[in-house]
Every structure is written in C-alpha cells, then in structure tokens.
C-alpha cells in the first residue's frame, strides 16, 4: 500500500543524494544531540543554588606593602572598622575568594596518613568566627565557631585548628550511614573535630567536581596579600563598595585596595567562558538543524524536478494528489529513519568520547530520542512544501515533457 519497493528502487538509482542527505542526518543528530545536552546541563547549573546571598556579598583584595604594621594586627583593625561601617552586616577576611575560580583544597581523611582511609578532597576557606554570617550560610546541625578556637598563624600543622564546619554534602560524602557531628577527620593529617554542618555552600569551583563538599577553618595565615568577604544590606552594597577604599586607606595608606567586585560579578566572570560556548552551541545547533531542513528540501524539489514525466503520467493514470504527497513522505521517511538510526549510535559514541575527555556527564536517552522526534517532525515538514507542489502537477504538463 506504501509502495515501499517501487519507492526504495528509486532512492537506489539516485542514490547518491540520498546517501548524502543520510550522512547529514545522521551528523546532525549525533551533534545536536550532545549539544542539547551541554545546554541543558550548563543551564541547570546556572540556576543552581550556591549557598550564598550573591548580591549581598562583595570582595576586596588588600596588597599591604608598608612595613611598620604587624599584619594579623591590622587585619584586625580592617574588619573591625568594615564590620562598624553603616549598611554592613558582618565582615571577615578569607584566603580564597568563592565563586571566583581559585581558592585552596586538600584532602580530608578519616584517619591520618599513612593509614588507609576514605580520603575526600575537598575545597575548603580560612575564615574566622564571623565566616558563617558574612557567608549568610545558616547552620543545620552543630554551633559555630568560638572565638578562641580562631588560630592566627602560619603553622597549620602544628599549632593550627582543633574544629571545623562541613557542608552537609561533605559530611554526607564522608559519613554516609552515620552523623558526622562531632567525628574527627584529618586535614593536612591535623585532626579537627565537626563542630557544625551547613546546607549548600560552592566552592570556588562552582563548576567543578567537587563544588559541594567544602569546609571552613577557622585559621588566619594573613599575609601582605589578602582577601576580604563583606555581607551589606541589599540596597547598601553599592555604597559601602564606593567608599571602601577609602575608608581601608584613611586608617593605613601603606597598601593597594584592589578588586572590589560583587559575588555575583564575580560568579559570572567565572561562568562567561561556558556562556560564551554555550551560546556558540545554540547557534551551532541552529545552523545545522537549518541546513538539514534545507537539504531536505532541495533533495525532494531535485527529485520532483527529476520525476515530472513520472507523475504526470501517474496522475493520468488516476493516482490521486494524496498518492503523490504520501510517495515522497514515504521516501523521506525512509532515509530520515535510517539518518537518525545511525546518527543515534554515532551520538552515543561521541557522548562516551566526551565524557572521557572533558568529564562531563554521560549523555541521557532522552535526549537522543527527543532530537531524533524532533529531526523527523522537521522533516517532514520540509517535504511537506514540495510534495504538494508535484501533487498539483497536471497530467497535460507531464505530456508536453516527453
């Protein structure tokens, strides 16, 4: 009834088209495919919760090169007059900026080295007693930090922290059948004991492997290079950013206040490299799908312009307009199936390339079968067009052509 046989005889003698349209297919679908899935899996992630209240929070970096200050006891004076200013909610100095694509990271084990053990290794931010409230992070479990357990100084392993606070992915990670609260576990082999968990808190590395499972420290190694985290009332974060400056140097004029940025300016620097490819991919996407639908097109008018005498005369045999348009869907359907056949498998092989050589998440079903879904209906609309344009063609135009 389809009139498969007479229908694929015909694709084998002009078959050349036909096998070049099938490659098209089939490399549109395995790169569309992927690239819908890098999309959705970056726009996903931009949506992801870091833990902290971005537009609330701003950084600055301190380049002290005046020598007649002690630097932990100036950095005490900085956040004390941070913390006093109007509109500031709480302040604290911080050795790695979050969000901000470079910090600090070490693994955290169960049991010290050389002993075998889970070992995790983790991103985690030197702060002190006010860390949690300048994060605007809110504890689950546990308490915070005391201010005597805050260590200043530049010996971690021997004189550093006896304490630490986990995210609850972290202490998850590292306690999966049991709780984590008041557990031991080892950072650079010093024991600290998990004094408190917190809820979603990013890492540096928003994007990273291991962008969940932080800690914080309570440990001030200041040096003459240092960063500062301050958390201001929403509609105050501009003003205090404008004045900060000045007010760093009215109190001590031997140093350089530099990269005074919001969090969130600071997340989309880090992010502005994968939105730039992410949006390279949709356009990369577009183009192909369009030069597919345009292929389809022209294969199908070539083979119309081809067939004329062929249809004129099935039209004078009595075929209806309906045959016509069902023969060239038929025969679309045909070489799009086998496309998309092979462009599924080829999809599945570059999505297990990909992973392997960028770490990125394995490719999901369904989002072959929705490109496939998706392919097919554009297909069918680009035959649509032509097919009922040879359906009109009359039987006394087909005569005058042979």
């Known amino acids: 009834m389809l009139d498969i046989k007479p229908i694929f005889n015909a694709i084998r003698r002009s078959k050349i088209g036909a096998l070049l349209l099938l490659l098209q297919i089939a490399l549109t679908m395995a ?3 992927n690239a819908a899935f890098m999309i959705n899996d970056h726009v996903s992630y ?3 919760d870091t833990g902290f209240p971005e537009k609330e929070i701003f950084s600055l970096s301190v380049m002290t090169f005046g020598k007649d200050r002690t630097l932990s006891q100036q950095a005490e004076l900085d956040e004390t007059m941070i913390r006093n200013l109007p509109g500031v909610i709480d302040a604290s100095l911080i050795q790695a900026v979050p969000l901000s694509g470079g910090g600090s990271s070490s693994s955290v084990r169960l049991k010290p080295s050389p002993e075998q053990s889970k070992s995790i290794n983790v991103p985690y931010y030197y702060m002190d007693d006010h860390g949690l409230n300048t994060f605007g992070i809110k504890l689950i479990e546990g308490r915070n930090f005391r201010p005597e357990e805050v260590i200043v100084g530049n010996d971690f392993t021997g004189s550093g922290p006896n304490t ?10 590292l306690f999966p059948d049991g709780n984590a609260l008041g557990e031991t576990v080892y950072l650079k082999n010093r024991p600290l004991e998990i004094i408190g968990i917190v809820g979603t808190m990013k890492s540096p590395w928003p994007n990273g492997m291991r962008d969940k499972t932080t800690a914080i420290v309570p440990f001030m190694d200041v040096q003459s290079y240092q960063h500062i985290l301050v958390r201001t009332d929403k509609t105050e974060r501009a003003n205090v950013m404008a004045n900060i400056e000045q007010n760093m140097l009215d109190i ?12 969130d300016k600071t997340k989309e620097n880090y992010d502005a490299t994968d939105v730039l490819m992410m949006r390279m991919l949709i356009v990369l996407v577009v183009i192909l799908l369009l030069v597919t639908a345009l292929g389809i097109f022209g294969l199908t008018q070539f083979n119309i312009s081809k067939r004329t005498k062929q249809i004129g005369t099935r039209r004078a045999l009595g075929a209806r307009k309906s045959a016509i348009v069902r023969y060239f869907l038929v025969e679309n359907t045909m070489v799009c199936i086998a496309g998309l056949l092979i462009g599924g498998i080829a999809a599945v092989v570059l999505g297990n390339v990909m992973m392997k050589s960028y770490s990125i998440a394995s490719l999901e079903p369904e989002f072959i079968v929705g490109t496939a879904v998706f392919i097919f209906a554009m297909s069918i609309l680009a035959v649509i067009f032509p097919a009922m344009r040879a359906a009109n063609i009359s039987p006394s135009i087909a005569t005058r052509s042979i």
């Open 31 to 33: 790169i569309v495919s």
């Open 46 to 48: 931009l949506r992801e």
């Open 164 to 173: 630490i606070i986990v995210s609850h992915a972290l202490a998850k990670a």
């Open 252 to 263: 001590y004029d031997k140093r350089v206040i530099i990269n005074v940025d919001g969090l």
